[in-house]
């Protein structure tokens, strides 16, 4: 089957169109923070779910819930707490004296986006049960199955300084995050603007929409057509088994470095995420700049550093730049 290269683009260039306007549109209620505005609809456009952690007060809540108003979706915030149950989040049943029937109350993750706040402070069972959630994209509520609403997006947060009382997400369930983003302080122009605009009581910031759920559902049709040469396939696969496998791909200095290297599903994130991406950019195609630009988000909590790496002070950042510069681009 032939491929039209020219048709995918033009028309990938036409369906982004309202990406501009959106992320401008959420740029007048969040100051700087581009880069997590920018992943935040890479991973909505490509159907996943993002991990991101940061210390509090850098607007993680204000941007989704900017980005949930700007798509005219349904948004729910869930603090995540010790003594939180799975019924808490997904729902459950509740009896009825009068007639002696059972009647179903679903839970708040009945929502286009979710913000999943400081997932890592609740324990195993309810981490599951959002995971499933995420994965599956329903839930059961005694004998009966609910498919979750599209778009359907997690934004999970965890705190990396307090640890005490917190329940670390195992790196199985860490897999299920399309992107990790790491999120630091603002600059010092950004956080003068931050107080010209809301350092004042009632300060309330709101957008109007500027798409609908339907819009978003369409865009990813576009992006699952947007073109991959087969050679950047092979590189996607050469990256990911340099992981694995550092030795064999002529980078012998990270074999002590690497605990455990990213699995299959890397792969078809760094594929779909690269495809989004190239879709923001208003292109039908992806460039391998397109590959690297998402590379860290990908595999940031897929790599897991090993002891030998701590003690040469070697983040997983660290370990996927050495990969990024040494595997040969196609």
Same mark, same amino acid.
């Given at each position: ?8 683009? %033009?028309? %990938? ?13 959420? +740029? ?49 915030? *869930? ?17 009825? =004296? ?15 986006? *979710? ?70 302080? =603002? ?15 009632? %300060? ?18 576009? !992006? ?41 599903? %890397? ?18 195609? !992806?460039?391998?700049?397109?590959? +690297?630009?998402?590379?860290?988000? !990908? ?23 050495? *990969?990024?510069? +040494? !595997?040969?681009? =196609?």
């Amino acid at each position: 089957m032939t491929i039209d290269r020219n048709a995918i683009n %033009a028309k %990938a260039e036409k369906e982004s169109k309202f990406v501009k306007d959106l992320v401008g549109r959420m +740029k007048t209620v969040i100051v700087g923070q581009e880069y997590l505005l920018e992943r935040l609809v890479v991973g909505l456009l490509a159907n996943g779910h993002i991990l991101v952690e940061s210390v509090p007060g850098l607007a993680k809540t204000l941007s989704i819930k900017t980005l949930a108003d700007s798509i005219k979706a349904h948004f729910q915030r *869930i603090q995540f707490t010790p003594d939180l149950l799975p019924a808490d989040l997904i729902g459950t049943l509740v009896y009825n =004296p009068k007639d002696g029937n059972f009647t179903t109350k679903k839970g708040p993750i009945f929502a286009n986006i *979710i913000l999943a706040d400081e997932i890592n402070r609740a324990p195993a069972k309810v981490q599951s049960a959002l995971l499933e959630a995420m994965q599956e994209r329903q839930v059961t509520i005694g004998e009966s199955t609910f498919k979750l609403p599209e778009p359907f997006l997690v934004m999970a947060t965890q705190n990396p300084i307090e640890q005490e009382g917190t329940y670390p997400l195992p790196e199985a369930q860490l897999d299920r995050f399309i992107f990790k983003l790491t999120i630091t302080y =603002p600059k010092k122009n950004e956080e003068i603007e931050i107080l010209n605009r809301m350092a004042h009581t009632g %300060a309330k910031l709101q957008v109007d929409p500027i798409v609908g759920p339907d819009d978003i559902i369409r865009a990813r049709a576009v !992006v699952d057509e947007v073109y991959i040469d087969e050679k950047l396939k092979q590189y996607i696969v050469n990256i990911v088994f340099a992981t694995r496998y550092p030795a064999e791909h002529n980078i012998p200095e990270l074999k002590n470095l690497i605990e455990l290297g990213a699995s299959p599903r %890397a792969s078809i994130n760094l594929i779909i995420a690269s495809k989004a991406y190239a879709f923001i950019q208003g292109r039908g195609y !992806v460039t391998p700049d397109d590959i +690297k630009a998402v590379g860290y988000d !990908v595999l940031r909590h897929r790599v897991i550093p090993s002891y030998e790496a701590e003690a040469e002070e070697k983040t997983s950042e660290d370990i996927i730049k050495t *990969i990024l510069d +040494k !595997v040969p681009i =196609p």
